[in-house]
Structure formats: C-alpha cells, structure tokens
C-alpha cells in the first residue's frame, strides 16, 4: 500500500531527526561538551554524514549513545515513542542527568521530539498526497474516455460527403438549366421554335423530376431548404423565359 510505505518512510526521517534534536540538545550542556555551538547539519537519513560529524566527540561518549539509539526498531507511532522513552531514560533519568531539565533549550527539545511522533504517521507531505490522487482512478467513466480525430472524421465522414455532393448536384441542374435556355435564346431562336419548345419543355420537367429527388434525398440535411429555394427560384425563372418565348412565337 501505498500509504504504509508512505508511512515507513516518515518513521524512519522522525527517527534520524530525534536522535538528532537529542544530540543537538546534549551539545548545549556544558558538562558534557566542549563546544555547546555545535549542531549536527547532515541531510535527513545520511547517516554517514552523521557519523562522520560525531567522529569529533562533540559530547563526551556520544557514540556509544548514538549507535544505541539507532539500533532500536522505529517503524510507527510506538516506536518512536518507545525510542522517545529510551533516549529521555538515558539523558534525564540516569543517576546525576536530572539537571538537564533546566537547561534552557529543554521544553522546546520535548516539544520538537512530541512533533515528530506525530508528524510521522499522522501527517504527509503534500506532495505525495498529490501523487496518491493522481493515482485514483477517475471518478467518472467521461474523464477516460479518450476521443481520437479518426474516430470523429469517421463518422462524420459520409454525411458531410453526401450533403457536399447533394449540394454541387444542385449547383449543376441549375447551371445546366440555364444553358438549356440560352440555346434556344440565342442560338436557335427563329429555327423550328416549336421544336425547341417542345425539346425544352422535356428538359425542364426532367429537370423538375431531378429536384424532387434530390428534395428527398436532402430530407435531414442542414442546407435542404437553401438548396431547394435556390432551384425553385431557377426553374421559375426558366419557366417564365419559356412562356416569353411561346408568346413571342405566337406573336410571329
């Protein structure tokens, strides 16, 4: 689990940091230590670095105390506060050690050390609580799904064609309306009217069969209705032109 390798990893920076507070404190005695300055300034859990700083005697014995100390077993809460006991036994409860209680750094020693205990098991960095949500799984099946540009253009694909060739089919039926009556306008208009008429009233209404079944085909497209008002206006117009025709022969 996560939380219990979390929660090691914190016992074990709480155990280097009280043997390091309690050693820190001990330098501060004067009866013990010839320099009351001196602080341990090793990286948490570099314990070489550590023992290489006590290689100086800072205080007198302190590698015997030392090595103690960190032998102990201080996994969770009990023990650290088992390892807290032992090393306040050793510095305070020993014959002779109880003066140390007056020295001026004691109370905020004990309330360093009472921290740490705590702190080990009971709280995370936020760092890490950050990493264990983005491990959580998504809370809801949308933020997994995963949508790919070929899927979209898939399916979207044959519609958009389709409408697209619906539309140019239109644009031609009318361009091809348009030549159909600008033959017979200038081309033929005083060879056989009656025939052209005749050949451009069967063009027309095929023309006319033609937009009723694109009409049908373009039921559910969005450009239907501009589409079919276009050629509806178109035919109008070749219908009108025909009639003109017609009268001008009859005219004739």
Not at 206 to 220: F, G, I, P, T, W
């Amino acid at each position: 689990m996560v939380w219990s390798t979390l929660a090691q990893g914190q016992a074990d920076r709480a155990k280097f940091e009280i043997i390091r507070e309690t050693i820190n404190f001990l330098a501060t005695d004067k009866a013990v230590s010839p320099d009351t300055t001196f602080r341990i300034s090793c990286e948490t859990l570099d314990y070489d670095c550590f023992k290489q700083q006590l290689s100086s005697n800072p205080v007198n014995g302190i590698e015997r105390w030392y090595n103690a100390w960190r032998s102990m077993k201080a996994t969770d809460e009990a023990g650290l506060a088992a390892l807290r006991k032992q090393v306040f036994a050793d510095i305070f409860e020993r014959p002779g050690k109880g003066y140390r209680k007056q020295l001026a750094g004691y109370k905020a020693y004990v309330a360093r050390t009472e921290d740490l205990i705590h702190l080990s098991v009971d709280e995370a960095p936020m760092e890490q609580i950050a990493i264990d949500s983005a491990e959580e799984p998504p809370q809801h099946p949308a933020q997994s799904a995963i949508i790919y540009p070929e899927q979209t253009n898939e399916e979207n694909k044959n519609p958009e064609k389709e409408d697209t060739l619906i539309a140019y089919l239109a644009i031609t039926l009318a361009i091809i309306a348009l030549v159909v009556v600008a033959l017979p306008l200038f081309k033929k208009k005083e060879q056989e009217p009656a025939a052209d008429f005749y050949g451009l009233q069967e063009r027309l209404d095929e023309l006319a069969l033609r937009m009723k079944r694109l009409e049908q085909k373009m039921a559910d497209s969005p450009i239907r209705d501009e589409a079919i008002t276009s050629l509806t206006e178109i035919m109008e117009s070749v219908e009108k032109r025909v009639v003109e025709l017609e009268n001008n022969s009859n005219a004739g």
